[in-house]
T-cell receptor, first 111, second 114 residues
Framework: SQQGEEDPQALSIQEGENATMNCSYK?????LQWYRQNSGRGLVHLIL?????REKHSGRLRVTLDTSKKSSSLLITASRAADTASYFC???????????FGAGTTVTVRA | DGGITQSPKYLFRKEGQNVTLSCEQN?????MYWYRQDPGQGLRLIYY???????QKGDIAEGYSVSREKKESFPLTVTSAQKNPTAFYLC?????????????FGDGTRLSIL
């Protein structure tokens, strides 16, 4: 079952600009994770934020989580051509082995 | 380097044929997963295994089967009962099977119908 929904579906930006994408979900979660997928490749884990955290940073990535609105955002600062990929959010629930993935945001960074 | 190896990268299936996708990991992870990815969609869970000789159905298990005889290996068979098998298949693992841990992914197998 797909719980997360990303917005927008696609995003095109100039190199050096920031990219922001959002994820909304429906039920209570234990954590929310963001993954990147380059074309034709597997997913790569970027960052995990727990339900009691509000913000997390990793390099040029900033993730926020608002459990009252059931939403998260991923910000990529100073984007590079290598950031061109699809980005997926995935939610983990308490006492559940599964992650539920959204349909992803496709980001294109133009040189 | 530790990781997950999926093979083959591309696979073609004829009508009525079963095909098996390989997934091997050397991360010493207990839990392994199989997902199906269709264009423009998220990942859907096919099967999950938390420990050797045990596995559970995911959201879309019909037409698929798995085995887990070794910790390192979790092969997926796409049977002839799966009428729409064309998709990108991803194998993943994590240390102990919780939804509160990151998953590590292989580079996928793309299955097509001949």
């Amino acid at each position: 079952s797909q719980q997360g929904e990303e917005d927008p579906q696609a995003l095109s930006i100039q190199e050096g600009e920031n990219a922001t994408m959002n994820c909304s979900y429906k039920t209570s979660i234990n954590n929310l994770q963001w993954y990147r997928q380059n074309s034709g490749r597997g997913l790569v884990h970027l960052i995990l934020i727990r339900s009691n955290e509000r913000e997390k940073h990793s390099g040029r990535l900033r993730v926020t989580l608002d459990t009252s609105k059931k939403s998260s955002s991923l910000l990529i600062t100073a984007s590079r051509a290598a950031d061109t990929a699809s980005y997926f959010c995935a939610t983990g629930r308490f006492n559940d082995y599964k992650l539920s993935f959204g349909a992803g945001t496709t980001v294109t960074v133009r040189a | 380097d530790g990781g997950i190896t999926q093979s083959p990268k591309y696979l073609f299936r004829k009508e009525g044929q079963n095909v098996t996708l390989s997934c091997e990991q050397n991360l010493n992870h207990d839990a392994m997963y199989w997902y199906r990815q269709d264009p423009g969609q998220g990942l859907r869970l096919i099967y999950y295994s938390q420990i050797v000789n045990d596995f559970q159905k995911g959201d879309i298990a019909e037409g698929y089967s798995v085995s887990r005889e070794k910790k390192e290996s979790f092969p997926l068979t796409v049977t002839s009962a799966q009428k729409n098998p064309t998709a990108f298949y991803l194998c993943a693992s994590n240390p102990s099977g919780g939804g509160n841990q990151p998953q590590h992914f292989g580079d996928g197998t793309r299955l097509s119908i001949l």
